[in-house]
């Protein structure tokens, strides 16, 4: 497998995969590996050090227009739930706390 890239530009390249976020790095990836021809995902894999499961996960996300909103990080409702909507009684401890 010849590079395809200098290695200059593929330390540019590590850089920029190295500051996005998670879902950006398997679409970056993606569209990196869909500049080549058949086989040259194995190339992409070990360039970013990523598997090349993620690759093809990146790369079946673009072709599906990603299900995750653009300016979402991960999908509403994650994340830890607030207190007061799990613990509907909480005024009423915390009241008799004061007491």
């Not at 190295?18 to 070990?46: T, W």
């Not at 990523?50 to 994340?79: C, D, H, M, Y």
Request: without cysteine; positive net charge; aromatic residues 8%.
């Amino acid at each position: 497998m010849q590079p395809a890239y200098s290695i200059e530009i593929e330390k540019q390249m590590q850089e920029v995969f190295d500051r996005l976020s998670e879902k950006d790095k398997r679409l970056y990836a993606g569209v990196e590996a869909l500049k080549f021809p058949y086989g040259e995902i194995s190339y992409i894999a070990q360039l970013f050090s990523s598997s090349r499961n993620t690759l093809r996960r990146g790369i079946n996300e673009l072709k599906v227009k990603a299900t995750i909103p653009k300016k979402r990080a991960r999908k509403a409702g994650g994340g830890r739930k607030q207190t007061i909507k799990k613990q509907t009684d909480i005024n009423d401890v915390f009241l008799s706390i004061l007491k």
